[in-house]
């Protein structure tokens, strides 16, 4: 049986976890799963955001499924670095995952794209370069300061995230580009270029593409289709994913798996949205990423049919919505378990 | 008399440049100007990229005005750095400016934009961050390799180029946005954002706001109308740039200024486009995007009717553009120069 940890967390992450737990009860039927109150609402009683037990509990699990954290109540940071960033490099979550596809209903601002358009992954580094805080500030205040921020990067682990990338491009349409900015940060630049190029040998059926980062940010505006797998460094696919969730309707509809591909640890799957306290608590907010989320992480767990059948009922239900039309949260579930439930039988 | 040293440089460099200097002949009568011939030919003849000679040289001029450089007989990176980038750091270019405004008939990949509802500048610092070649490798080629890159932040370094933000801002419509990734960058980040909010209290009239990098890159896309001028890091500034070029109709329209604000040394203008070989020799690259450089050179040398008209002039010849018809690089600058010979006449 599988055993999933549930933060639901802050604001509108409740709401769209009780609505993504509907889908996976129909989708992974019978899984286990243990609540973790962590949070604003934590953090704001006790001054702590992951607590060692705590941390110890979740990796009992196999995968987490996470709503949002985020509180105006919370100095910016603490949460994400404290909880989100802790657990990727804790639980060595090295593929961050991001599927980008444009649904049929989805509000893209670009012009001349159809649904179907656009569909590529962002294969973003999730232990490595400049997130892992080294780095500091000196004469802090005055006017002889300096402040330093230093990208950590090692051959074991741009080969490991660039070898995941080589096999999802082998499953999907067998393109896959490099980004970095090899003409500008040349040390780790050269060791991802170096390390792809070694790698891109054992796979002659992937055509390989290397971009700069700046270029690649461009393209994602006005060449979004040409993507198909795109691999990069920690910080570059931060960026990179934002742009691609704008290019698809937004963050509001993109879901996201912080992934230890080895199963040494528990993955984590989320929606990309925050927690949105202006609108929290009303039943409004849209649940649809937080139910995307659970098919990355169907697909992470071995099943794939799962997986498949809820980005079904997913762009059935966005293809549904007439524009305009308020979303009502616990409707969304339910319309959307329905389906899977139905594909599913 | 003003003494403009021009680097045309590689491929269409040199037939864009020409005019650039059609247009800057009426626009700056008079000019002198010294012609520089740096890029691939001199790398491949010599094994240089810029002599200690002609740096000196180009540091007795009032502006260096550059067409484009790089060609696929020189490795990656060697031209960008070499002269590029020590242009920006021996002339202390710190700031690195680069207006994004929609012009009538440019071709925007985005939906329901109309032509001014774009019109924002990014300044992005230009001497620090990431840029400074920091970092190295260690047990390169090995399985044990690893690379660091090092972000270099001085207070000093980013509260100039902050104070510049906030004048740019008193001058247009009076909103800045900072753009970093304190979530993360906590050192760096800090520094920023503690300058940034400083200075501000000396600009009560100056609306601000902070945006993280992500974000931001998304909103370039989705809700660029929102912006006036931006202020951020190096590295953060070449992706978005990139971004704003992109939504305002591709690179090949773009101009940016690499500033030395405090006339230490001279500043460089140039399009962003490359010298894309492949159409270079055939009368056919668009000099649009150089031209709109000399406006900034124009202002830079506090030529601000000039510049305006030159700016006027491209606006007119991109709005009286039939799409699908050829551009032919001669005709262009003569339209150009003629109409900004009648402005100023
Ligand atoms: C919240 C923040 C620390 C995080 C990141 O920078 O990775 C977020 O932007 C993301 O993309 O998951
Ligand atoms: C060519 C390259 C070194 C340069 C940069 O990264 O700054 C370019 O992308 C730019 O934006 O001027």
Request: aromatic fraction near 6%; charged fraction near 25%.
């Amino acid at each position: 049986m599988s055993r999933i940890a549930v933060i639901p967390g802050d604001g509108i992450g409740q709401e769209v976890i009780a609505e993504a737990q509907k889908v996976l009860a129909v989708a992974l039927p019978g899984y286990e799963s243990t609540e973790y109150d962590l949070g604003a609402r934590l953090y704001n009683r006790t001054g702590e955001v992951l607590p060692e037990s705590v941390l110890s509990e979740l990796d009992e699990h196999d995968a987490i499924l996470l709503g949002a954290i985020g509180d105006p109540s919370v100095p910016p940071g603490v949460l994400e670095r404290g909880l989100l960033l802790k657990l990727r490099f804790e639980f060595d979550q090295y593929v961050n995952l991001r599927p980008s596809r444009l649904y049929p209903g989805a509000p893209t601002p670009l012009a001349d794209v159809k649904p179907g358009d656009i569909d590529f992954v962002v294969v973003r580094e999730g232990t490595e370069g400049l997130y892992t805080g080294a780095g500091g500030n000196l004469h802090t205040g005055s006017a002889a300061e300096i402040a330093t921020e230093e990208s950590l990067n090692t051959r074991y682990g741009t080969e490991r995230v660039i070898r995941d990338a080589f096999e999802r491009a082998k499953r999907r349409r067998g393109h896959l580009t490099l980004v970095h900015k090899t003409n500008v940060l040349v040390h780790a630049g050269g060791l991802w270029k170096r390390t792809f190029d070694e790698v891109a040998a054992e796979y002659p059926d992937i055509t390989t593409e290397y971009q700069h980062v700046d270029a690649a940010a461009m393209f994602l505006v006005n060449r979004p289709h040409t993507f198909d797998v795109i691999v990069t460094d920690n910080l570059f696919g931060d960026i990179l994913t934002d742009i691609a969730a704008a290019v698809t309707g937004g963050i509001g509809l993109a879901a996201t798996g912080s992934i230890n591909p080895d199963h040494t640890h528990p993955s984590t799957f989320e929606p990309v949205h925050g927690s949105a306290p202006d609108i929290a608590g009303q039943g409004i907010a849209d649940p649809v990423a937080a139910i995307s989320s659970t098919a990355l992480l169907l697909e992470h767990l071995s099943r794939p049919d799962a997986a498949a059948a809820v980005n079904a009922a997913v762009e059935r239900e966005l293809a549904g919505r007439e524009s305009g039309t308020k979303i009502r949260t616990g409707e969304v579930g339910d319309r959307v378990a329905a389906d899977v439930a139905g594909q599913l039988s």
